[in-house]
Nanobody, 122 residues
Framework: QLQLVESGGGLVQPGGSLRLSCSASGFTLDYLAIGWFRQAPGKEREGISYISSRGGNTNYTDSVKGRFTISRDTAKNTVYLQMNTLKPEDTAVYYC???????????????WGQGTQVTVSS
């Protein structure tokens, strides 16, 4: 059974950076597409980035393009989301998800982590 665990969230000032990690047990992430999603208070969960299996393709929603970078570390069975130039509107619970089909839509993912809180505030 694949289990995903997010880490790396926290409180950061506007303009700061965080790196989120999505670690897995029970399956090799390299064979799966991994998506990052976030849900802000009172809003629906949205897809913000994904990386295809083997890391050949990545995609980002417009609001994070140029600021966030998704990457894999095969040896550590972990996918990262490097977040730079953070804004207050990035405040949300961030989730990683894994599936056999990638993209920014939630329904293509079969496995989800529990989420990590990111708060951007001065």
């Amino acid at each position: 059974q694949l289990q995903l665990v997010e880490s790396g969230g926290g409180l950061v000032q506007p303009g700061g950076s965080l790196r989120l990690s999505c670690s897995a047990s029970g399956f090799t992430l390299d064979y799966l597409a991994i998506g990052w999603f976030r849900q802000a208070p009172g809003k629906e969960r949205e897809g913000i980035s994904y990386i295809s299996s083997r890391g050949g393709n990545t995609n980002y929603t417009d609001s994070v393009k140029g600021r966030f970078t998704i990457s894999r570390d095969t040896a550590k069975n972990t996918v990262y989301l490097q977040m730079n130039t953070l804004k207050p509107e990035d405040t949300a619970v961030y989730y990683c998800a894994a599936g056999f089909w990638g993209g920014l839509a939630q329904h293509v993912y079969d496995f989800w982590g529990q989420g990590t809180q990111v708060t951007v505030s001065s």
